[in-house]
C-alpha cells in the first residue's frame, strides 16, 4: 500500500469516526445528546419539586443565570428560588444540542414556565427560550450557565 492511499483510508476512517463522538451512546444506552436534554429537563423538574439535594449536585460551584428580566443570578439565588417554590410549572420541548467539545454543550429550548419574578411578586414570562451550558467535571456533567429569553411574537 503506498504512503497515500495509506492517507486516504486513514483520512476516511476519521472521517466517519468524528460524526459518531457526538453520537456515541451514554451509560444506560441513551447517546450523549438525550442525557443532557434529560438533564436538562430534570434540573427544571428539580425547581418545582424543591430539590435541593439534586440541584446542589447539579450546579457547578461558579453557577451563573441570566433570566428572562435580564438580571445576573448566583448559584445561591437559583437554589433559594428553588426553596422559595418560586417555579410551580416547568415543560420542556424542542431541545437542540451544541456540542462544543468533549467536555462542554449547549442544550437550548423552549419552554412553559410558571414562576415568580424580580422583587414584586410578578410572574415571568410563560413561555421561554432557556439555554444551558453544560460542562464535564470528571466522569459528572454539571451546570455551569443559564440563559432565559422570553418569546415573544415578531412585530
Same mark, same amino acid.
Given at each position: 500500500?503506498?504512503?497515500?492511499?495509506?492517507?486516504?483510508?486513514? #483520512?476516511? $476512517?476519521? !472521517?466517519? &469516526?468524528?460524526?459518531? %463522538?457526538?453520537?456515541?451512546?451514554?451509560?444506560?444506552?441513551?447517546?450523549?445528546? @438525550?442525557?443532557?436534554?434529560?438533564?436538562?429537563? #430534570?434540573? $427544571?423538574? !428539580?425547581? &418545582?419539586?424543591?430539590? %435541593?439535594?439534586?440541584?446542589?449536585?447539579?450546579?457547578?460551584?461558579?453557577?451563573? @443565570?441570566?433570566?428572562?428580566?435580564?438580571?445576573?443570578?448566583?448559584?445561591?439565588?437559583?437554589?433559594?428560588?428553588?426553596?422559595?417554590?418560586?417555579?410551580?410549572?416547568?415543560?420542556?420541548?424542542?431541545?437542540?444540542?451544541?456540542?462544543?467539545?468533549?467536555?462542554?454543550?449547549?442544550?437550548?429550548?423552549?419552554?412553559?414556565?410558571?414562576?415568580?419574578?424580580?422583587?414584586?411578586?410578578?410572574?415571568?414570562?410563560?413561555?421561554?427560550?432557556?439555554?444551558?451550558?453544560?460542562?464535564?467535571?470528571?466522569?459528572?456533567?454539571?451546570?455551569?450557565?443559564?440563559?432565559?429569553?422570553?418569546?415573544?411574537?415578531?412585530?
Amino acid at each position: 500500500m503506498t504512503m497515500r492511499s495509506m492517507f486516504m483510508v486513514l #483520512a476516511l $476512517g476519521f !472521517a466517519a &469516526v468524528i460524526p459518531g %463522538l457526538a453520537q456515541a451512546p451514554a451509560p444506560g444506552g441513551a447517546t450523549l445528546e @438525550q442525557a443532557l436534554i434529560a438533564k436538562s429537563k #430534570a434540573a $427544571g423538574e !428539580a425547581q &418545582v419539586r424543591k430539590d %435541593l439535594s439534586f440541584l446542589k449536585s447539579t450546579l457547578t460551584d461558579d453557577f451563573v @443565570q441570566v433570566r428572562s428580566e435580564g438580571k445576573m443570578h448566583d448559584r445561591k439565588d437559583f437554589i433559594d428560588d428553588a426553596e422559595d417554590g418560586s417555579v410551580t410549572e416547568f415543560s420542556l420541548y424542542k431541545p437542540r444540542v451544541l456540542m462544543i467539545d468533549e467536555n462542554a454543550a449547549m442544550v437550548t429550548y423552549d419552554c412553559i414556565i410558571k414562576m415568580t419574578e424580580g422583587d414584586a411578586p410578578n410572574l415571568a414570562p410563560r413561555y421561554q427560550r432557556i439555554s444551558d451550558l453544560w460542562v464535564k467535571q470528571g466522569e459528572q456533567w454539571r451546570l455551569k450557565f443559564q440563559q432565559a429569553t422570553a418569546s415573544r411574537p415578531v412585530d
